[in-house]
């Protein structure tokens, strides 16, 4: 995975961000991940053992004509591109979860991915006014602009201290 370095550029970078430094309607484009058969077929032996995830003879007569990553391994791999390049290692205090998850499209070897993202609410909390709730919808999409994913990820975020 690489950063772009024309990928967006916020006021403040990602890695010293906190709440309020993101802004709703905010968009960005970042990284690259590639995807190799070795990967897609390493990942679901160890955690879904599908066959059109870790056969390609079995996979090419399935029904999606060849192996595709399972979309867990595709879930990782927006993770990846999210905490590298998106989420503040300065403010994240984890998540409470991920609504709307969806796999559009079939991942298969040879894609790379990049990662898509929108500000859809940034807000303090009413109960801890050091914390608040980051909802972002991500997206990614491969080399064709295709879109294979989308989520919205909830974060709780630190405010910057005073």
């Known amino acids: 995975m690489s950063a772009d370095p024309g990928e967006h550029a916020t006021a403040v970078p990602f890695q010293e961000r906190y709440l309020e430094d993101y802004t709703v309607g905010e ?3 970042f990284g690259e991940a590639a995807v190799t058969e070795e ?3 390493a990942f ?5 053992p599908q066959s059109f995830h870790v056969d390609p003879v079995s996979a090419a007569e399935g029904p999606f004509g060849g192996l595709i990553a399972s979309g867990w391994h595709t879930a990782a791999l927006m993770m990846r591109l ?4 998106y989420l503040s290692p ?3 205090l984890g998540g409470p979860g991920v609504d709307e998850l969806r796999w559009t499209e079939p991942v298969r070897p040879g894609d ?3 990662l898509r993202t929108e500000v859809l609410e940034s807000r303090l909390s009413s109960s801890k006014p050091d ?3 980051l909802r972002t919808r991500v997206e990614l999409h491969d080399q064709d602009g295709r879109r294979v994913f989308h989520a ?3 974060n709780i975020l630190r405010t910057r201290p005073e």
């Open 27 to 29: 968009t960005g484009e």
């Open 39 to 41: 990967e897609i077929v």
């Open 44 to 48: 679901a032996e160890r955690f879904d």
């Open 152 to 154: 919205i990820v909830l």
């Open 131 to 133: 914390r608040g709730l």
């Open 82 to 85: 999210y905490t590298d390049h």
């Open 90 to 92: 300065r403010a994240s």
């Open 112 to 114: 790379r991915l990049t």
